[in-house]
Every structure is written in C-alpha cells, then in structure tokens.
C-alpha cells in the first residue's frame, strides 16, 4: 500500500508549500481518502493519483482545513470523467456532521444540478466502532475529544484505525485541546501511526506513546515547532525518542 501526504499543515493562515491536512492511501487499484484540505485534490492529480479511483473518503471532523478541499475533490474527478452521466461506482463518505455534507453538495449543484448524476457520493455517519470494509480495508472510528464531550452522546471528532494486508495503521486525526490523552485510548500497538502535532508539542506525544509498540511514527498535521525544523524534530524522535519516525510534508509518499 502506498501513502499519499496531500497536505500536512494544521489548520493554519495560508503559508507557502504546506497546505491544509489530507492523505491518501492507494491500495491495488483502488484510492482512499482521509480528510481533504483545501488543494487536496490538486496536489494528488499533479502527483500522479487517478482520482477516478477514490471509493471512499473518511473525513474525521468537519473543521474547515479538514474539508475544504472537499468540494473540489468532487468536482475535480467530475472534469476527469468527462461529460458522460452514469457508469460511475458512487463514492462513499464517511462525515461526521451531515449539516457540513448539505452545504457541500448545496454548493456543487450551485455549479451543476445534476451534479450527483455524475459523481453520486452516499454519505454516511460516522460512530464508534466498525464503520467500512472491502476487498482491501477494514476502518475502525474511535472518538477523539477534539471537539469536546458531546452532550447527546454523538461525537463529531474521529481517529480512524485501518487493518489492511496484514498491517494495522492508525490516523489520530485532530486530538483533544486540553491534553495528549486522546492518544492512550486511540493507539495500540501498529505497524503505523499517523500522528497529529498541530495542538501539543511533538515531545509531548512522544512521551505519550512511551510503551505503545509502533513499527513507524509519522508526523502529520503540523504546528509552527515542526514547520520551522523538521530535521529537529525528526532527530528528536530517532536518537532522543529511539523511534522510526518521519515528518511528513506536501507532497512525501510512504509504501509499506
Ligand atoms: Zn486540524
């Protein structure tokens, strides 16, 4: 399986060469998304992605450097596809905040409106739990409190933990504010994590999965500490932290 870093920034004012956080994870023919920062579909089309192979998206919470290149993602593969209606599989979309997914597609039938005659996409909530399998993957959401303690019971904030080839790979999505917590009860032992450094410093997360037995760390989402010296943190992770860890940035491709 290969990984795809679209964006690697948090959710940050505009800065040159990192943008807003998304990935990629391309398995045979088929392509997964995980959250669509603003050009994230831009930067996977010039890096060689077929976006007419995206199944499925998986959003982990609906803050605008999460989703706001989602309607362009959509309408990105529709200028692909062509001007042919049908014989499209829908693409599935995993959003935990259906008001988010009506304002986006609100908008993409602004453009055209029929816009789902040519990239129908079903949208479906995310839980706790078990959420999609396939041929290839099997996602697992677990809540993170990055939004706070919902009051209905209904988290709208997610990590999501992928088994896929035998491997065990973990996204952290956006964790909470108040402290590194989130991370105990999101990770377990992986062949990959990827890790948010937006909101906590890197040594803090690092401390956090002391004990965790992780076969590669990668940074993600980062803050201005990461932004200004990667290398830093990196050496951080490999000589202090005694891990196999990246810093991932626009445009980097992991295979495992
Ligand atoms: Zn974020």
């Given at each position: 399986?290969?990984?795809y ?9 505009p ?17 997964y ?51 042919s ?18 304002g ?9 409106r ?64 108040a ?14 994590l ?8 890197y ?17 993600t989402?980062?803050g ?9 943190a ?23």
């Amino acid at each position: 399986m290969k990984f795809y870093f679209l964006g690697t920034c948090a959710g940050t004012k505009p800065i040159s060469g990192w943008h807003h956080q998304s990935f990629a994870m391309e398995v045979g023919q088929a392509v997964y998304w995980f959250d669509a920062g603003e050009c994230s579909s831009y930067t996977a089309h010039i890096m060689g992605l077929n976006l007419l192979q995206v199944k499925t998206v998986f959003i982990s919470h609906t803050h605008f450097d999460h989703v706001g290149g989602l309607a362009n993602l959509f309408w990105n593969m529709k200028k692909l596809k062509g001007k042919s209606i049908g014989a499209f599989d829908k693409v599935n979309l995993f959003i935990p905040n259906r008001d988010a997914w009506k304002g986006i597609k609100t908008l993409l039938e602004a453009d055209r409106r029929n816009f789902s005659e040519y990239i129908p996409v079903e949208p479906f909530d995310v839980h706790d739990g078990i959420i999609f399998s396939d041929e290839n993957i099997l996602v697992e959401a677990i809540h993170t409190e990055h939004l706070g303690k919902p009051e209905n019971g209904e988290w709208k904030s997610f990590s999501y933990k992928i088994k896929c080839e035998g491997r065990t790979i973990i996204y952290t999505g956006d964790i909470g504010l108040a402290n590194v917590d989130d991370l105990d009860r999101i990770v377990c032992d992986c062949d990959l994590l990827l890790v948010e450094t937006g909101h906590h410093p890197y040594t803090e997360v690092l401390d956090a999965l002391e004990g965790k037995n992780i076969g590669m760390i990668a940074f993600t989402h980062h803050g201005e500490a990461i932004r200004k010296n990667p290398l830093q943190a990196c050496y951080h992770a490999q000589v202090k932290y005694d891990r196999k860890a990246i810093i991932c940035m626009d445009g980097t491709t992991l295979t495992i």
